[in-house]
């Protein structure tokens, strides 16, 4: 395993430009059954954050989504499970631990609080049978096989950026009161799952200090877009972000104020991976 710690260009700029283009082709799909970088990222104000890029061969890993018995740090629950690589996977309401939006394993639904009408409806997901699909809720089969955990938005499709500042397609501003608060403002650390050719991206980024600024959506769907993503996922973040990798924790969770959360926050839901 190999950590590298690069630039990537402010991600403002143009996605021909031929940096980018090279970050994507050597670095991000070389051919390896798995690996993680850790990136300093410019963003367009010239603030900086720390992204954690986890890839992996879809040929060799098998997603699944997984739903904890008890709400535990991300990492605590692996080292219990014996698991060494998994993301943090969907909402929840923090005060109950109850799953927020659809919530599917092995074909079975589980109960969780739909999200508020109409938008549990579009919000978007990822679904994973024997290929693995992220996309909106309506796209989606009305009952489709397999797994499906219900988070969102949806950050790239078919390539582009899917997520504008100012637009509100899957309602997470007009709805924000099922959160901690609007997740659409604002630089925060953050959580995604990406496809990217054959391989599948987990990906975390640090926030809440002066080192570290976090990211708006816009800027993860274009930091996603130049590591090669043809469709993503947000996922749980602020405190709860959190990319095991190795058996390790590789992020750096924060509370507000950049108060450290050593291990992460409790969560409910990953999404793990795990060798086929």
Do not use: K
Request: glycine share 10%; net charge positive; charged share 25%.
């Amino acid at each position: 395993m190999g950590v590298l710690r690069v630039a990537i260009p402010p991600i403002g700029m143009s996605h021909s430009a031929l940096p980018l283009r090279r970050l994507r082709a050597v670095d991000m799909l070389a051919r390896r059954r798995s690996r993680l970088e850790s990136r300093r990222v410019t963003l367009p104000d010239s603030a900086h954050t720390t992204v954690h890029v986890a890839s992996y061969d879809l040929n060799a890993f098998r997603p699944r989504v997984a739903l904890l018995e008890h709400p535990a740090p991300l990492v605590r629950w692996c080292r219990q499970e014996g698991i060494r690589d998994a993301i943090v996977g969907g909402f929840f309401i923090r005060s109950r631990y109850d799953p927020l939006g659809q919530l599917q394993i092995d074909g079975r639904v589980h109960d969780s609080v739909p999200f508020t009408s109409p938008w549990g409806d579009v919000r978007a997901c990822v679904q994973i049978d024997q290929f693995v699909r992220i996309a909106r809720r309506d796209v989606l089969r009305s009952r489709p096989a397999g797994d499906l955990l219900q988070a969102g938005p949806l950050l790239v499709c078919g390539g582009r950026r899917a997520v504008q500042e100012g637009e509100d397609h899957e309602g997470f501003s007009a709805a924000a009161h099922q959160f901690d608060s609007d997740i659409t403002l604002g630089r925060y650390p953050r959580a995604a799952l990406a496809l990217a050719g054959d391989r599948l991206l987990a990906v975390a980024c640090d926030g809440r200090t002066r080192h570290d600024a976090g990211m708006t959506l816009p800027e993860l769907a274009d930091t996603l877009v130049a590591l090669g993503a043809s469709d993503a996922l947000n996922l749980d973040g602020g405190g709860s972000t959190s990319l095991v990798y190795a058996g390790r924790l590789r992020n750096r969770p924060r509370e507000e104020h950049g108060v450290d959360l050593l291990d992460g926050r409790p969560i409910l839901s990953a999404i793990v991976l795990e060798s086929r």
